[in-house]
C-alpha cells in the first residue's frame, strides 16, 4: 500500500490548470444564490432545444433555479423548477 502511494505521488499528472472565475449574467444581471450562498450549478439542457442550460441548486429550501440557454454564451433570467404545481424542492435537512 505504501509504495502505491508514493508511486502515485511520484508519477502523478500534473494537477489541472483551470481558467479564472467569471461571474456569469442572465438577462442583464449576474447570476446569484441564495443566502447561505451555498450552490450546486451544473450544465444541462433540460428544455431539449440543443442548448445548454444552467441550472444551479439551493441549499435554501432545496430548490433548483433553471438559466435557459439563449446561445452564443447568453442566458434567460432565472426561473424555479416548478413540480406538482409549486416549486420543486429537493429533499434534505434545511
Same mark, same amino acid.
Given at each position: 500500500?505504501?509504495?502505491?502511494?508514493?508511486?502515485?505521488?511520484?508519477?502523478?499528472?500534473? @494537477? +489541472?490548470?483551470?481558467?479564472?472565475?467569471?461571474?456569469?449574467?442572465?438577462? #442583464?444581471?449576474? !447570476?446569484?444564490?441564495?443566502?447561505? /450562498?451555498?450552490? @450546486? +450549478?451544473?450544465?444541462?439542457?433540460?428544455?431539449?432545444?440543443?442548448?445548454? #442550460?444552467?441550472? !444551479?441548486?439551493?441549499?435554501?429550501? /432545496?430548490?433548483?433555479?433553471?438559466?435557459?440557454?439563449?446561445?452564443?454564451?447568453?442566458?434567460?433570467?432565472?426561473?424555479?423548477?416548478?413540480?406538482?404545481?409549486?416549486?420543486?424542492?429537493?429533499?434534505?435537512?434545511?
Amino acid at each position: 500500500m505504501f509504495t502505491s502511494l508514493i508511486f502515485s505521488l511520484l508519477f502523478a499528472p500534473e @494537477a +489541472p490548470i483551470f481558467e479564472a472565475p467569471e461571474r456569469m449574467k442572465a438577462a #442583464d444581471r449576474f !447570476v446569484q444564490v441564495e443566502a447561505p /450562498g451555498y450552490a @450546486a +450549478p451544473c450544465w444541462y439542457d433540460v428544455d431539449g432545444d440543443g442548448e445548454p #442550460d444552467l441550472v !444551479v441548486g439551493q441549499f435554501h429550501e /432545496g430548490r433548483i433555479n433553471v438559466y435557459r440557454g439563449l446561445g452564443r454564451g447568453k442566458l434567460a433570467e432565472g426561473k424555479w423548477l416548478l413540480a406538482g404545481g409549486g416549486i420543486a424542492q429537493v429533499p434534505g435537512v434545511w
